[in-house]
Structure formats: C-alpha cells, structure tokens
Antibody, heavy 119, light 107 residues
Framework: QVQLVESGGGLVKPGGSLRLSCAAS????????MSWIRQAPGKGLEWVSH????????KYADPVKGRFTISRDNAKNSLFLQMDSLRDEDTAVYYC????????????WGQGTLVTVSS | EIVLTQSPGTLSLSPGERATLSCRAS???????LAWYQQKAGQAPRLLLY???SRATGTPDRFSGSGSGTDFTLTITRLEPEDFAVYYC?????????FGQGTKLEI
C-alpha cells in the first residue's frame, strides 16, 4: 500500500535552514504530483508547496516564496523541501501528500515531521 | 484567494446521532474542486470525499457530501465512536488551494 514517510524535522534557530525529506513507496512515484502541507500547533492545515510529477511545475504559498524550495528525485522515490531563512511562524508539523495533479485532492498523506523554529 | 469558513467550530453530539458540517466559500467553487478530510488526534488527515460528493476509497457510506457554488455540507448519519475527530474542507479547483479552519466533532 501507499506509504509516505517524512524525516528531517527538528529544532532550528530563526534564520536557520532545514531540509525535509519524504520517502514514497507502494506506488509509481513518478506518476504523481506531490505537495508539502503544514499545520502549526493547534491550528489548521496550510498548503506550502507543490511539484509536478516531472518537476517541471513548482508552486509556492506566498508566506514561503523565496525561502523554501521543493524538489524531487524520481529515481529515489523521494520528495524534498529545502527551508531557508526560517521564522518563528514556520513552526509546524510538515506533511507530504500525493495527488494526481493540480486541481485534484490529496489521496495519501505521510505522518508528518515537526519543525520548531525557536531561539 | 478563496476563503473557506467552516461551521460550527465545535459540534457536540452522541454516537448514533446525525452530524451536519458546513463549509462556506468566499466565492464560487467548482463542485469538482471541493474535498473533505478527517483528522484524528495525533494523525495525518485522511481524504473522505472529493468532488463535493464522491467517497474516497474506504470511506463508509454513512459519510455523504453535497452542495455547490459557495455552500457545501458534510453529513454523517448514525455517528460511530471513531467518527469523533476534526473535519476540514478544501477547495482545489482554484489557485491557490485553500483549507477551511476545521470543525471539531466531539462527544
């Protein structure tokens, strides 16, 4: 069955960087678009970034544009999120999720990885 | 961007009762672009319904969705103990995609 496993979260100081990974299995990774969605403690869901199945298309939410970079390695069934210039408000659980493409819902989610930005 | 407002914020019901959750959009949403997710404490969200009324794989038939334009509804008939969770609506037909703030369904 589909499995998405995030890693790379942790505690980082404001202004610091972190790289999240998402390992996919149980399906043909290169056939699906992927996204990162985050959830601040006790809050709702916020879409962060999207990448198309061949990595040609990248999209970012305004709060992270210019600071975060999404990428994927289809040969290794992996998704990444490079997060630079981190701010307190980036503190959240970060989920990776798969979708057929833009304009479709998320049919599978990982368990999430916690990113805490604090001095 | 389209803002989704869910109501009520918290809904207190008992097992066996019927739950009606609302999701209202700030502008018209394509009915093919509205989904509902269930999130239990400490878990990732799970897709329940998509295209406003289509059940995702594994979604019990006591869950149903309806609506169009700016008003959408998730109905759960005969609540089971495992249905008590937070429910989010999402519109994915318009960029950027957005989520509602959630409705907590509690016993």
């Amino acid at each position: 069955q589909v499995q998405l496993v995030e890693s790379g979260g942790g505690l980082v100081k404001p202004g610091g960087s972190l790289r999240l990974s998402c390992a996919a299995s149980g399906y043909t990774f290169s056939d699906y678009s992927m996204s990162w969605i985050r959830q601040a403690p006790g809050k709702g869901l916020e879409w962060v970034s999207h990448i198309g199945k061949s990595a040609v298309t990248e999209k970012y939410a305004d709060p992270v544009k210019g600071r975060f970079t999404i990428s994927r390695d289809n040969a290794k069934n992996s998704l990444f999120l490079q997060m630079d210039s981190l701010r307190d408000e980036d503190t959240a659980v970060y989920y990776c999720a798969k979708r057929t493409g833009l304009g479709t819902p998320y049919d599978s989610w990982g368990q999430g990885t916690l990113v805490t930005v604090s001095s | 961007e389209i803002v989704l407002t869910q109501s009520p914020g918290t809904l207190s019901l008992s097992p066996g009762e019927r739950a009606t959750l609302s999701c209202r959009a700030s502008q018209s949403v394509s009915s093919r672009g509205l989904a509902w997710y269930q999130q239990k404490a400490g878990q990732a969200p799970r897709l329940l319904l998509y295209d406003a009324s289509s059940r995702a794989t594994g979604t019990p038939d006591r869950f149903s969705g309806s609506g169009s334009g700016t008003d959408f509804t998730l109905t759960i008939t005969r609540l089971e103990p495992e249905d008590f969770a937070v429910y989010y609506c999402q519109q994915y037909g318009d960029a950027p995609q957005t989520f509602g703030q959630g409705t907590k369904l509690e016993i």
